[in-house]
């Protein structure tokens, strides 16, 4: 059973610019959700979707977006990219959601914002 | 204001007995807490995830007190391969039926020959 997939693995971007993460979840999931991960901050949730609807959201500005397809493939988006938005992005998912499953994480897209 | 803390980082050697505690407030009765271990340049593995008492499975033991302030992971005979950073993660629930996934600091582990 293939894991989770997130690209690209490594971009580097300007301040001001945009960006578009992508996560294909297991087979069979429902759920993905978001996460930022710095050494100063940790781990931090950014927001999951569930059917393609949003059901919940970390305390992040709006900037940060995302949605969810049909095949619960989940793309998530930073527009005007700051130099604090350099981490990795970890996206996870699971059958149900995270409250009453456990999650499974892709490896990661790192974001170097310069 | 939901916050979860972790000790920073912990030496073990192998073949000991390694407990992570997680400092936990506001958690609501029915909110799970859930253990991940994280190896350089992946994502965060499961490890195990309970709400209440004791959870125990192939690889680690969960202990939840009955006020729900803090969790205790416990990893029985650690090995060298042990070494990693764990981390807790509450998904806690606010008012309304809304909630979020908050992470501990993380905790360090090493473990020596």
């Known amino acids: 059973k293939a894991g989770v997939t997130q690209t690209p693995r490594y971009l580097i971007k300007t301040r001001g610019q945009q960006v578009t993460l992508s996560c294909s979840p297991i087979?069979?999931?429902?759920?993905v959700s978001w996460y930022q991960q710095t050494p100063g901050q940790g781990l931090q949730f950014l927001f999951e979707?569930?059917?393609?609807?949003?059901?919940n959201k970390g305390n992040f500005p709006g900037r940060f977006s995302g949605r969810q397809f049909s095949n619960s493939r989940s793309e998530m988006n930073v527009s005007t990219l700051e130099l604090g938005d350099s981490a990795l992005y970890l996206c996870?998912?699971?059958?149900?959601?995270?409250?009453?499953?456990?999650?499974?994480f892709g490896e990661g897209s790192r974001l170097t914002v310069l | 204001l939901a916050k979860t803390t972790q000790p920073i980082s912990m030496d073990s050697y192998e073949g000991q007995e390694v407990n992570i505690t997680c400092s936990h407030n506001?958690?609501?009765?029915?909110?799970?807490i859930t253990w991940y271990q994280q190896f350089p340049s992946q994502g965060p593995r499961f490890i195990i995830q309970g709400y209440k008492t004791k959870v125990t499975n192939e690889v680690a033991s969960l202990f939840i007190p009955a006020d729900r302030k803090s969790s205790t992971l416990s990893l029985p005979r650690v090995s060298l391969s042990d070494t990693a950073v764990y981390y807790c993660l509450v998904d806690y629930t606010f008012f309304g039926g809304t909630y979020k996934y908050i992470f501990g600091t993380g905790t360090r582990l090493k473990v020596l020959a």
């Open positions: 996870a998912s699971s059958f149900e959601g995270a409250q009453t499953g456990e999650l499974f």
């Open positions: 506001n958690i609501a009765t029915n909110d799970y």
């Open positions: 087979s069979g999931h429902r759920s």
């Open positions: 979707y569930f059917s393609e609807t949003q059901r």
